[in-house]
């Protein structure tokens, strides 16, 4: 069965900290990996990843992807209490359909 | 501007009561989807489109339907709505040569089944 499976659930964390966000899946047809950050209205795109080993940044946010372990992972550096939200990870099944598998989110708490 | 828009954007209602939500683009845009979100569930996609009169089921159709026949609208039916189709729901879109890439959420309908 496609699954994409993100941990932790949820994390708080202080500002400048850190943080390392993880979504391993399991999709027949692997096309792509899209990370979505969701505050308290509907997602925005952050990334879409394809290839391993290749990064992605943008400011403080940073991903990757390993297609021979099937995971990828969010980093957020220096947090800042707006980067408070859910975050989303999605796997799409083939290039065929536009079916689209998301993991259950982390919801990411920053403190001041 | 460039936007997804949904009607209506809360909606309380009662079991059995058809009822419609409204997805239209602006944007040309090819593909569309529809998704709830229920806490701890993530985002699960109910029904997607490629082009207009292509539809697709996505991982939990059971209880909606969705149609076409338009570019830019996307309706999500519920014939007979039930207490456990309680969720937040969202329409996306895409260009479909940027299927991998951004889809454009709008901004949600909150319906409560009673």
């Known amino acids: 069965e496609d699954k994409v499976v993100q941990s932790p659930l949820s994390l708080v964390v202080h500002e400048g900290d850190t943080v390392t966000l993880n979504c391993s899946y399991e999709?027949?047809?692997?096309?792509?990996l899209l990370w979505y950050k969701q505050e308290k209205k509907a997602p925005t795109f952050l990334f879409m990843l394809t290839s391993s080993g290749i990064e992605k940044k943008s400011g403080r946010l940073s991903s990757i992807l390993d297609k021979k372990e099937l995971f990828s992972i969010l980093n957020i550096t220096a947090t800042q209490t707006g980067d408070s939200a859910i975050y989303l990870c999605a796997g799409f099944l083939s290039s065929n359909t536009g079916k689209l598998i998301f993991g259950q989110g982390t919801t990411l708490q920053v403190k001041p | 501007e460039a936007q997804v828009t949904q009607n209506p954007r809360y909606l309380i209602t009662v079991t059995g009561k058809k009822l419609t939500v409204t997805c239209s683009q602006n944007?040309?845009?090819?593909?569309m989807s529809w998704y709830r979100q229920d806490p701890g569930l993530g985002l699960r996609q109910i029904y997607y489109?490629?082009?207009?009169?292509?539809?697709d089921k996505g991982d939990v159709p059971e209880g909606y339907k969705v149609s076409r026949k338009e570019k830019r609208n996307f309706p999500l039916i519920l014939e007979s709505p039930s207490p456990n189709q309680t969720s937040l729901y969202f329409c996306?879109?895409?260009?479909?040569?940027?299927?991998?890439?951004?889809?454009?959420f709008g901004p949600g309908t909150r319906l409560t089944v009673l």
């Open positions: 996306a879109s895409s260009f479909l040569g940027a299927l991998y890439n951004e889809q454009f």
């Open positions: 489109s490629m082009n207009v009169e292509v539809t």
């Open positions: 999709v027949t047809n692997f096309r792509s």
């Open positions: 944007m040309n845009h090819e593909y």
